[in-house]
């Protein structure tokens, strides 16, 4: 991972020479051609954690053909890092899992291209700090709107999960985990 160095100023201003790492921060992934869908909603994305959030962004972007637009250099939020693409017969989305180890947050809140943040978000570091722990290291992941056990005809029965047949010991999460290290 290295920083893309139009956002070097925001770099700076979020680290110290003391210490490399983010003491809190939003993380995403994107990647693609230059005025693609992925970019439009990274803009929507980086642009609400710059009006509601007073933590950075930092967006890892893989591959050499997604380009930042030049309006993000404005936002004194957003901080991108470039990584090089991961192996092609790999889903893309296993970049989010590579972003977030590479990001270097300290504690973290992974987003996704498709999401925005409202206010109020900060809230989850503070949480995120008080329920990892030495005791209790693992991710925390938000649960899905969504139950995967509806039945006919209940609303989204199609998407029951079928790929297990025995008790079922938690709810279909979302891939949008917070950390700490």
């Not at 003391?18 to 921060?25: K, N, Q, R, T």
């Not at 893989?62 to 939020?77: I, M, T």
């Not at 693409?85 to 270097?104: C, D, E, P, T, Y």
């Amino acid at each position: 991972i290295y920083l893309d160095c139009d956002f070097v100023d925001s770099y700076r201003r979020w680290t110290a020479d003391e210490s490399e790492w983010f003491d809190e921060a939003y993380v995403t992934y994107v990647g693609g051609a230059k005025d693609s869908m992925y970019e439009w909603q990274a803009t929507n994305l980086v642009r609400s954690v710059d009006v509601f959030s007073s933590r950075p962004i930092l967006v890892v972007v893989f591959g050499e053909d997604f380009v930042p637009p030049a309006s993000w250099q404005k936002l004194h939020n957003v901080i991108v890092f470039r990584m090089h693409a991961g192996m092609s017969q790999i889903s893309f989305n296993f970049n989010k899992l590579r972003s977030m180890i590479a990001s270097r947050a300290v504690v973290g809140i992974q987003l996704d291209t498709d999401q925005l943040i409202a206010p109020g978000m900060d809230r989850l570091f503070e949480g995120t700090r008080r329920e990892i722990t030495d005791r209790y290291p693992w991710l925390m992941m938000p649960l899905h709107w969504m139950s995967r056990e509806a039945k006919k005809p209940e609303p989204y029965w199609e998407y029951t999960f079928t790929g297990w047949s025995g008790k079922r010991t938690m709810r279909w999460g979302h891939a949008h985990p917070t950390w700490t290290y």
